[in-house]
C-alpha cells in the first residue's frame, strides 16, 4: 500500500508501505471508528544519547500541517509526521495487534529497526522546525 502520486505530501520516489498483520487487517476499521490513524514519533536527549519510539495515535481531528497523508489501509485514513517517510519507506513496517496495555490502538514494527537506529542518530530527530517530536 504505497502513497500514490496525487496524496497531499507525496514524496517522489518515497513510497511507504505498510503491511497489517492478518489478526489486525480483521479488526483495523473497528478499532478507528472513523478516526485517523497518526504516526508519529518522540524522542529526548539522555547523557549525551537521544532514545525515542514511534507512537501511534487514533485522532478524530486532521493532524498538525506537518504529517502527511498515506495511502489508507483497508478505508482507514492514515498520516506520518514527514520526518518519519524516509524511515517507513525503508523500515519494513508492519502494524500489529496493541499489546496488553494497548488494547485500543496497533504497534508498529520495523522490520529494519537500525533505520530508526540511524533516525535517531541523524539530524533530522531533534531539528524540530519550532516544534515537539511527535
Same mark, same amino acid.
Given at each position: 500500500?504505497?502513497?500514490?502520486?496525487?496524496?497531499?505530501?507525496? *514524496?517522489?520516489? *518515497?513510497?511507504?508501505? *505498510?503491511?497489517?498483520?492478518?489478526?489486525?487487517?480483521?479488526?483495523?476499521?473497528?478499532?478507528?471508528?472513523?478516526?485517523? #490513524? !497518526? =504516526?508519529?514519533?518522540?524522542?529526548?536527549? %539522555?547523557? &549525551?544519547?537521544?532514545?525515542?519510539?514511534?507512537?501511534?495515535?487514533?485522532?478524530?481531528?486532521?493532524?498538525?500541517?506537518?504529517? $502527511? $497523508? #498515506?495511502?489508507? =489501509?483497508?478505508? !482507514?485514513? !492514515?498520516?506520518?509526521?514527514?520526518?518519519?517517510? &524516509?524511515?517507513?519507506? =525503508?523500515?519494513?513496517?508492519?502494524? %500489529?495487534?496493541?499489546?496488553? #496495555?494497548?488494547?485500543?490502538?496497533?504497534?508498529?514494527?520495523?522490520? %529494519?529497526?537500525?533505520?530508526? *537506529?540511524?533516525?535517531?542518530?541523524?539530524?533530522?530527530?531533534?531539528?524540530?522546525?519550532?516544534?515537539?517530536? &511527535?
Amino acid at each position: 500500500m504505497a502513497s500514490e502520486p496525487d496524496l497531499p505530501g507525496a *514524496i517522489p520516489g *518515497i513510497s511507504p508501505a *505498510i503491511a497489517v498483520n492478518p489478526d489486525l487487517r480483521v479488526a483495523l476499521a473497528g478499532m478507528a471508528r472513523g478516526r485517523r #490513524l !497518526v =504516526i508519529g514519533y518522540y524522542a529526548a536527549a %539522555r547523557c &549525551g544519547t537521544v532514545v525515542g519510539d514511534l507512537s501511534l495515535r487514533w485522532r478524530s481531528e486532521a493532524p498538525a500541517p506537518w504529517y $502527511r $497523508r #498515506l495511502a489508507p =489501509i483497508d478505508g !482507514v485514513e !492514515v498520516y506520518a509526521d514527514e520526518r518519519l517517510l &524516509g524511515v517507513l519507506a =525503508i523500515g519494513l513496517p508492519e502494524l %500489529r495487534p496493541g499489546s496488553l #496495555l494497548r488494547r485500543g490502538a496497533p504497534t508498529l514494527r520495523l522490520s %529494519r529497526p537500525e533505520c530508526w *537506529i540511524d533516525f535517531l542518530e541523524g539530524p533530522t530527530v531533534m531539528s524540530t522546525r519550532g516544534r515537539r517530536p &511527535g
